[in-house]
């Protein structure tokens, strides 16, 4: 079999309007059987609102995906197993969402995919507080299994598209950046052992749950099959559906709560005691490079990240004209070698040291801070943080910053009352670090949407150059007025693992309302992927699914074919919708050709600089 | 008349094919691959293999596929214990010691990559000269090779850095049982290993390429997937300056809590857990005389060091120091000043190191042979499985072969490598390992989870887990005409 015969079997081309009805009323029928009328979905309005989806446009050129065959609500393991081997018996495909945010959990074709909404499962099994892990179901988002967490002591990674997300679908099946990595990793590395409903409909407990009656270990015995069901990203529901897993949780010096004031959209989160929230400063990239290596190194950053001004304006702002507002401060508009950092302690002598290791790195580096440590190194770090602003800006343009810099505080004077609005952007920047909450403000307020490029997961040094790269072809864009004009770099990211690895992805704001704008964003993504091969930046956050393997395969060791060997051979049937997952017989439709053409007919232009990476590395040897 | 049909052995053709190609057929050779010292007679292989490159590699799996030759990859040098590198009928070895460079150390990106036949000593001494050290098993023997201890998971005594089971272990080169080359996680591309360099890139993100993770396949197969020619490991900066605590406990309970408490303030560098015997055997290479050291040493002990971070490293001491001394208190935990063999101060330093050239593994603690019997399991489990092995060991094995217990938390405190070594004179191995596979089967059935299991204890240890059954799967897709490894983690589940 392969996949594409049985994705493009031609059904879509072939069938009657009359057959796709009655194929639904079959499938609902049978559906209904094992599930209960209530918990099965065929009515059209319903379907739309699972069709609805960020970057549809993408692959549809409507707000909208194809609509599923129907929708299916089972409540536990064993009704997901019998639903799969319902599609199985039945010829048509099956897809698991979790909380569903994006394209990537619809059907790509019509009429053909039974959608698994896992929302009734939604417990958090265990949280094993000694062994620092949880056991959850994969409708318990982040933000759930945090507010637990932190009740024993304990904090989750939460991945970038928030906390609203399922912490199971980024674990087993999606990806799993976020800014909390660098103390707390990516998703794939936090997977324990899993429940897996295989794509034929055989349930299997992954690692030591069948012996330990626990899924503190997912590894073994032998080979891990944790290598089997996901890569840097899952099989995006084209390898059967998880229905449970165990993630590594992380220690948290903190309150049981965060203490929050205030509603929407001004909320005042009080840093704790012992904690501080920062934004660091230098001067260029070459010193941006050192800090992240540095402050990684040093393992002293529970949250550490970059964002770019324009992000950064959006996540201070409450609407688009403020942030416009805010952006135009030179001194904002300015920031661009910048992290923020969030740093946690159980004990004032613990932040202390903290605070001395980071001022350390940051004074090396010739930078500054601006915090919520209000002592006089404190406040020293605030006017080095003052003067390399205004090195950069040159002392006009700083003046110039000031009334409106102070404007901002009297804004939050106003909102949060006068002594808490020295605090003001740093309990933003906390509480949107610690909640993983800057989408809203950060990305989606400006235009509607955005997709997003580069990004592969490599050094801090590759990842920089990954932003630089992506930025100038960006560019191109921004000056044919299809996508935002958020000053070219927005690249956002950090690091992972105390810095073992890294990523800088290259954000890019459109309307998604305007045709012309998603097809010439998907050019964008077209491009940058095209760049990373050819600057050797990586596979980027963009290599998957068949269109990007198409691209990323043939230049990394042609992947794709073992990732379809693994489908095959677990699901020989095809029977998990593959479309986001692995194809190599895909083969683009005129409308992705003519992209590509686009693309190639015209390239930004791009210049390498890599003074921002460390000295070259002498090879020792010769590999044999 | 008949006519006579010349049928060449499969090692002759595998010659014939690849010219030039290194390969021993001396019987002292051979002599050292039948048999180690879990069976001291096995099967002989029909020849060794030594490939001087990865091209020689590829044609030589590759050939061996077409002749119906078998191959078992070894990249240790001798003793072997656990039964993993010993022939199965038709198998040749693959002596990977051609494989021998340190290739490239990167202080700036801790990381270093190094191919399959380096073995530890080299490897700690040339990440030194570039003030990186490697995360390192329990003073592993002399030679074993890095890489091959690190596709096994075999746990390193640091548990702080260990964010995955696969730990230090980044990207690899592998030859599948197939023939085809890859290179796993950013190691994939785009570009060469030079052109990532060029571009600052490391072989530091050990997930993908894409949408599956070869790499983890591959580890834990024991070979049976594929043949690995290098790999990238996460390294550690060398501190200015590092202090080793050892406190002894009467019970194992008060130690199990030290542990979590270090763990969960991500203090330690170094932490483990063991019995007196363990102290003994990797202070003195003996087990502990039981009436010279009963007094004197606990009967169990932890042994935690914290390093000097690079910045603000004095206050960063004193805190932990500090909070150390408090735990201890608290704990009524007793501080170890000397280990049967010298200070605490030596102790570290052994722990630094590979065991010395010559020198046995403390495994065999003096008496000539080993058995290991290991798992997983979480460090609040753990003293369960002491009482079981001491019941086993008091009612089934000869009194002179009491276990060395070993416990050693992973990732970061949330499970952790539970082992009993039970070391023996070499005449009493036989028995020995007759009773061990019901020890396993106890031990399982009171949740030990067997995620890497060896040689004659495989099937014990594997018998009806829902995982195992994937394992066949999963060595098809990789190395279907099973060429690989042939006696290795065949197991059905
Ligand atoms: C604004 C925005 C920002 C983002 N930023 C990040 C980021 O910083 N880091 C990051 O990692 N990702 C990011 N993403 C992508 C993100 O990973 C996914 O959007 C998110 O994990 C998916 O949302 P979800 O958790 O609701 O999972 P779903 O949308 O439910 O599922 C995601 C995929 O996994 C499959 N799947 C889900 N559950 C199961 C299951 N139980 N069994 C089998 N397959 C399943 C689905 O079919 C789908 O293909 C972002 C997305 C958006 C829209």
Redesign the interface.
Same mark, same amino acid.
């Given at each position: 079999m392969t996949v594409a015969a049985k994705t493009s079997a031609g059904w879509a081309d072939k069938r009657t309007p009359e057959e796709i009805a009655e194929l639904r009323e079959t499938v609902r029928r049978r559906l209904v059987l094992e599930l209960g009328e209530r918990w099965v979905e065929t009515d059209p309005c319903v379907l739309d609102t699972y069709s609805w989806q960020y970057i549809a446009e993408a692959a549809t050129g409507s707000q909208y995906m194809p609509r599923a065959l129907a929708i299916a609500l089972p409540a536990d393991a064993e009704q997901v197993a019998a639903v799969v081997r319902l599609c199985n018996e039945l010829g048509v495909q099956y897809k698991a969402m979790s909380t569903g945010f994006g394209m990537w959990n619809s059907p790509i074709e019509p009429d053909k995919v039974v959608q698994i909404d896992l929302r009734r499962l939604d417990r958090i099994i265990k949280i094993d507080a000694k062994n620092m892990y949880a056991i959850v179901e994969p409708y318990v988002t982040g933000n759930q299994l945090q507010t637990e967490a932190m009740k024993l002591g304990l904090n989750t990674h939460i991945a970038g598209c928030g906390a609203q997300c399922s912490v199971l679908a980024s674990a087993t099946s999606m990806m799993g950046q976020g800014l909390d990595g660098v103390s707390m990793g990516f998703s794939n590395r936090n997977l324990l052992g899993f429940e897996w409903v295989m794509p034929g409909g055989e349930i299997v407990r992954v690692g030591s749950f069948g012996d330990a009656g626990d899924y503190f270990a997912g590894d073994g015995p032998g080979p891990s099959v944790r290598g089997v069901i996901r890569g840097f990203a899952g099989a995006l529901g084209g390898l059967g559906v998880f229905t449970r897993c165990a993630v590594k949780l992380y220690p948290w010096s903190g309150p049981k709560q965060l203490d929050l004031e205030g509603g929407s959209p001004n909320f005042f989160a009080r840093i704790p005691r012992h904690h501080t929230a920062a934004v660091v400063v230098v001067k260029d990239w070459k010193s941006l490079a050192e800090l992240g290596y540095r402050i990684g190194e040093a393992e002293i950053a529970d949250y550490l990240g970059r964002n770019a001004p324009s992000l950064m304006a959006g996540v201070l702002t409450v609407d688009n004209a403020e942030a416009a507002e805010v952006y135009k401060i030179p001194m904002l508009h300015e920031l661009y070698y910048a992290l923020v950092v969030v740093m946690t302690a159980a004990s004032t002598e613990e932040m202390n040291y903290k605070r001395s290791a980071l001022r350390e790195i940051v004074r090396g580096l010739g930078g500054g801070a601006l915090s919520n440590d209000f002592s006089p190194a404190g406040i020293q770090d605030f006017l080095r943080f003052l003067k390399v602003v205004s090195a950069r800006l040159g002392t006009r343009a700083f003046l110039r910053s000031m009334p409106s810099f102070l404007g901002l505080v009297l804004r939050d004077a106003r909102r949060y009352g006068m002594a808490k609005a020295p605090m003001a952007l740093t309990s933003l920047l906390y509480q949107s670090l610690l909640r993983s909450g800057m989408n809203m403000r950060g990305v989606f307020r400006f235009a509607g949407t955005f997709w997003t490029a580069m990004g592969s997961l490599v050094t801090w040094d590759n990842a920089i150059r990954g932003a630089r790269v992506g930025a100038q072809i960006k560019r191109k864009y921004i000056d044919q007025g299809v996508i935002v004009d958020d000053g070219g770099d927005n690249a956002w990211g950090g690091l992972y693992e105390g810095g073992t690895f890294s990523h800088l992805e290259e954000l890019a704001m459109y309307d998604q309302t305007d045709p012309e704008a998603g097809d010439r964003v998907a050019e964008y993504v077209a491009e940058t992927n095209l760049a990373c091969v050819d600057y050797h930046c990586g596979d980027s956050l963009n290599a998957v699914g068949p269109p990007f393997h198409r691209m990323f395969s043939p230049a990394c060791m042609d992947y794709d074919k073992y990732t379809y060997r693994i489908k095959t051979t677990f699901d020989p049937q095809n029977a998990a919708d593959a479309t986001m997952f692995t194809d190599p017989a895909f083969a683009p439709d005129a409308r992705l050709e003519a992209r590509m053409q686009a693309v190639l007919a015209d390239r930004a232009k791009v210049s390498i600089d890599t003074s921002h990476a460390g000295a070259p590395v002498r090879v020792l040897a010769p590999l044999h | 008349m008949s006519v006579q049909v010349e049928t060449r052995h499969p090692v002759d053709e595998a010659i014939d094919a690849i010219p030039g190609i290194t390969v021993s057929r001396a019987l002292p050779r051979l002599q050292d691959f039948t048999g180690d010292r879990s069976q001291p007679s096995a099967c002989s292989p029909v020849a060794i293999f030594t490939p001087?490159? =990865?091209n020689e590699l590829q044609a030589l799996v590759e050939v061996a596929r077409t002749v119906g030759l078998r191959l078992l990859p070894v990249s240790s040098g001798v003793p072997h214990y656990r039964g993993d590198t010993l022939a199965a009928e038709n198998t040749a070895i693959v002596d990977m010691s051609?494989?021998?460079?340190?290739?490239?150390?990167?202080?700036? $990106?801790?990381?270093a990559l190094l191919?399959a036949g380096v073995r530890f000593p080299e490897l700690t001494k #040339?990440l030194a000269n570039h003030g990186l050290r490697p995360l390192l098993p329990l003073v592993p023997r002399n030679a074993k090779s890095a890489l091959a201890a690190y596709l096994e998971?075999e746990p390193t005594i640091y548990p702080r850095h260990q964010?995955?089971? /696969?730990d230090p272990l980044?990207c690899t080169e592998v030859i599948f049982g197939t023939g085809e @080359?890859? =290179?796993t996680g950013?190691a /994939?591309?785009?570009?060469s *290993?030079e052109?990532?360099? /060029?571009?600052?890139?490391?072989q530091? $993100?050990p997930?993908?390429? &894409?949408?599956?993770?070869?790499?983890? #396949? #591959?580890?834990?197969?024991?070979g049976?997937?594929g043949i690995a020619?290098?790999c990238s490991i996460?390294c550690r900066?060398v501190p200015t300056s590092e202090e080793l605590f050892v406190f002894g406990s009467a019970d194992l309970g008060p130690l199990v809590e030290a542990a979590?408490h270090l763990l @969960?303030?991500?203090h330690p560098e170094i932490l483990f857990l063991g019995d007196r015997a363990l102290l003994s055997a990797l202070t003195t290479g003996r087990m502990a005389d039981v009436a010279s050291v009963s007094g004197r040493y606990p009967q169990w002990f932890l042994a935690a060091s914290i390093a000097e971070?690079?910045?603000?490293g004095a206050?960063?001491m004193r805190?932990m120091k &500090?909070e150390i001394g408090e735990m201890a208190r608290l704990l009524n935990l007793q501080r170890v000043e000397r280990t049967p063999g010298g200070t605490v101060e030596d102790l570290l330093r052994v722990l630094l190191e590979p065991s010395r050239a010559g020198s046995a593994s403390w495994r065999e603690a003096g008496k000539g042979n080993t058995a290991e019997v290991f798992f997983?399991?979480?460090?609040? =489990?753990a003293s369960r499985f002491v009482d079981i092995v001491t019941a086993f060991q008091a009612r089934y094995l000869r009194r002179d072969q009491e276990p060395i217990f070993y416990i050693q938390p992973l990732? &970061?405190?949330?499970?952790c490598h539970f082992e009993a070594s039970f070391p023996h004179a070499p005449e009493a191995s036989t028995e020995l390992w007759r009773q061990l596979p019901e020890l396993v089967r106890r031990l399982?059935a009171a949740?030990?989870?067997?995620?890497?299991?060896y040689g004659a204890l495989t099937a014990a240890?594997?018998e009806?887990?829902? /995982?195992?059954? *994937?394992?066949s799967? !999963?060595? &098809?897709?990789f190395d279907p005409d099973s060429i690989l490894s042939p006696g290795n *983690?065949r !197991?059905t589940g």
């Open positions: - | 001087k490159g =990865r051609a494989f021998s460079s340190v290739v490239r150390v990167d202080r700036r $990106n801790r990381v191919e #040339v998971r964010w995955d089971l /696969a980044l @080359h890859f =290179r950013s /994939a591309g785009p570009g *290993l052109d990532q360099w /060029a571009a600052g890139d490391a530091t $993100n997930m993908g390429p &894409g949408q599956s993770d070869l790499m983890r #396949v #591959v580890q834990g197969s024991q049976t997937v020619t290098w996460k900066p979590y @969960h303030r991500k971070p690079p910045f603000a206050p960063k805190l &500090g997983l399991t979480t460090l609040d =489990r990732l &970061g405190g949330r499970s399982r949740g030990a989870f067997f995620s890497r299991p240890a594997t009806g887990s829902p /995982a195992a059954r *994937l394992v799967r !999963i060595q &098809g897709m *983690l !197991i």
